[in-house]
């Protein structure tokens, strides 16, 4: 009987090494978070590049601040603008397709069929800047090493690894704890890499001004601290042919840094850089009208851009207790007058945000209903009825500046929460102690925005303080959660997924340099985050992100800012560019230098 039993063990066993010996896991060109890859195996390029743009060149760009650092991935000092061009990742993210990721340093991934586990083959071809070459021993150090000394996100973007092994030296496989995160081996391909041996010689967490190798398609030429930084091109480039490089990185840069960005933009009118994304509207609208716009020597564009806004907001800081009722953070967020702002500030250029995912199908709307409407049901007792009875709307002013009827609405809910006006001052009605704070910036291009709302609390009695920082003085700020209100941007994709924790997970809101800016700490979200995460497609990925939206909305974490619909760009005609764009409507990357 035992040898019958043994027999019967050994016969199934071979079937199913047969089976998986004639059906193995596919290794493929490319990996997309539920499946759907624009390009074929034998693709030779994107189809927004020029495959045949010519190499050579040098542009000016321009940025704001100072730099201290070449390590754009620890949390100690300030990275160089471009620093990142001088690594490489596993993988690249295709510009005109939601979360698809095509070779780049590893030329094969392969999925397991149970989705516990991803492998990378590399590209043997692949080298670092000093001609060493890139194993999977460099894979390995790179993903320990950014997770214990990398910037806080990492350690949650990355959260679900179990194991990372070799598999040969060019192979590398990443076991996970679930087989429900879909984006985590599509995440995986994100991963720089950098040299094991290099690194073992310096210090990856020290902030300092030696030049790194990397495996990317520059390397640093020269710079002067703090002022200017110059990138050349690595002649012969190993990856110069990649199907996903290809068309790509096609002149040197040079980055130059300027203390105040009035300087900054009147230097790129007399032609001290070559390029500039335009994000002030009054720039645009009245800024460029100058002899070498009119002479066709500068160039002028907008083009629609097609990815997600994300949210801009002015974030109230709910450790402190002054922002901890939800009551309080909703007045403000109604006495913000935005049309006033739009009209008189920004030329009427701009679209209020009522989503943290604006601009794209995933921004939620109307009131819950089919999947989303289950998905939020069993949170009901634990979240404000105005999810499942109210659509989520902000007041739309009569653009005065001192919409009575809107001002009423605030002023309401301040004295439900406990604050009254006395003597002109809005006070707690308990201690006395009056309603005032401080609203940080780093970029004296917010200080219009933060002084219309510092004009719209007045009437309500409330002082809020606007303060510009120096660069430097604000990351320390932010970084440690030391601010009453702040302006934070969100950014995000067509695909969220593991960041999502980082910027909502009540685990990350006490983490100094985290991206949880307000301090969210709400079981129910943490819930939606991880349901987010394990979405099994993206039908459901989108009823899940329309009721995370929907629960942060009702939140009232921040008063919601504005976007664009279009990218506005303005450079001097020395470029040429392809005719096709990926969907940010620029696709700067792809562009050359004419002879």
């Known amino acids: 009987m035992n040898r019958l039993t043994s027999f019967f063990l050994l016969t199934l066993l071979f079937s199913f090494s047969s089976l998986y010996a004639e059906t193995p896991p596919p290794s493929t060109h490319g990996i997309a978070t539920y499946g759907d890859l624009k390009y074929p195996a034998n693709f030779t390029h994107f189809d927004y590049v020029n495959p045949n743009a010519p190499k050579g060149g040098m542009v000016k760009l321009a940025t704001f601040g100072s730099f201290d650092s070449f390590n754009p991935f620890i949390i100690k000092g300030n990275a160089a603008a471009g620093a990142g061009m001088l690594h490489c990742t596993l993988m690249t993210l295709a510009g005109d397709e939601p979360m698809s990721m095509y070779g780049y340093l590893a030329d094969k991934v392969e999925l397991a069929p149970d989705r516990k586990s991803v492998t990378f083959t590399l590209n043997k071809n692949a080298t670092f800047s000093d001609g060493t070459p890139v194993t999977a021993d460099d894979v390995i150090f790179s993903f320990y090493t950014i997770m214990k000394k990398g910037l806080p996100l990492f350690a949650q973007y990355y959260r679900d690894v179990k194991n990372v092994e070799k598999i040969s030296p060019e192979e590398v496989k990443f076991t996970f704890t679930t087989d429900k995160n879909r984006e985590l081996p599509v995440i995986l391909g994100q991963l720089s890499v950098f040299s094991k041996a290099y690194y073992e010689k310096h210090d990856f967490e020290k902030a300092d001004l030696v030049p790194p190798i990397g495996c990317g398609p520059y390397k640093i030429k020269d710079f002067k601290a703090g002022q200017t930084i110059a990138y050349e091109r690595i002649p012969n480039w190993w990856g110069e042919n990649i199907p996903s490089q290809k068309g790509q990185s096609n002149f040197d840069i040079t980055y130059v840094y300027?203390?105040?960005?009035?300087?900054?933009?009147?230097a790129f009118k007399a032609g001290d850089h070559d390029f500039r994304e335009e994000n002030l509207a009054k720039n645009w609208a009245t800024g460029y009208d100058i002899p070498a716009v009119k002479e066709g020597k500068i160039i002028l564009k907008e083009s629609p851009n097609g990815l997600p806004r994300?949210?801009?907001?002015?974030?109230?800081?709910?450790?402190k207790s002054l922002f901890k009722d939800p009551k309080v953070r909703e007045a403000l967020e109604k006495a913000f007058d935005f049309e006033w702002a739009n009209k008189n500030l920004f030329f009427s250029s701009y679209t209020r945000s009522l989503s943290y995912f604006s601009n794209s199908p995933l921004a939620s709307s109307g009131l819950p209903q089919g999947e989303e409407l289950a998905i939020l049901e069993p949170f009901k007792?634990?979240?404000?009825p105005e999810v499942f009875t109210q659509?989520?709307?902000?007041?739309?002013?009569?653009?005065?500046?001192?919409?009575?009827?809107v001002l009423a609405q605030a002023d309401k809910l301040l004295k439900e929460a406990g604050w009254v006006v006395k003597d002109g001052k809005r006070v707690n009605a308990k201690t006395g102690e009056p309603f005032a704070f401080e609203f940080l910036l780093a970029d004296p291009g917010y200080e219009k925005a933060a002084l219309a709302l510092q004009r719209n609390l007045i009437p309500l009695g409330i002082q809020v303080t606007p303060r510009t920082l120096t660069p430097s003085q604000y990351i320390e700020k932010e970084g440690d959660f030391d601010y009453d209100m702040i302006m934070g941007i969100i950014p995000e994709s067509e695909t969220p997924g593991n960041e999502q924790r980082e910027f909502w997970g009540s685990k990350h809101a006490d983490v100094n340099n985290g991206h949880n800016l307000a301090g969210i700490k709400d079981p129910v979200v943490d819930e939606l985050v991880e349901l987010v995460i394990n979405s099994p497609d993206r039908t459901t990925l989108t009823s899940r992100v329309h009721a995370l939206d929907r629960v942060l909305l009702?939140?009232?974490y921040g008063v919601p800012g504005w976007y664009s619909k279009t990218s506005r760009i303005a450079y001097w005609n020395k470029f040429g560019m392809p005719e096709k764009k990926p969907k940010d409507g620029v696709g700067f990357s792809t562009w050359w230098v004419k002879s």
């Open 381 to 384: 007792d634990k979240l404000p």
């Open 310 to 319: 994300g949210m801009q907001l002015f974030v109230f800081n709910t450790r």
């Open 554 to 556: 009702w939140g009232h």
């Open 391 to 405: 659509e989520f709307k902000l007041p739309v002013t009569n653009s005065s500046g001192n919409d009575r009827k």
């Open 258 to 266: 300027y203390r105040d960005q009035s300087v900054l933009f009147e």
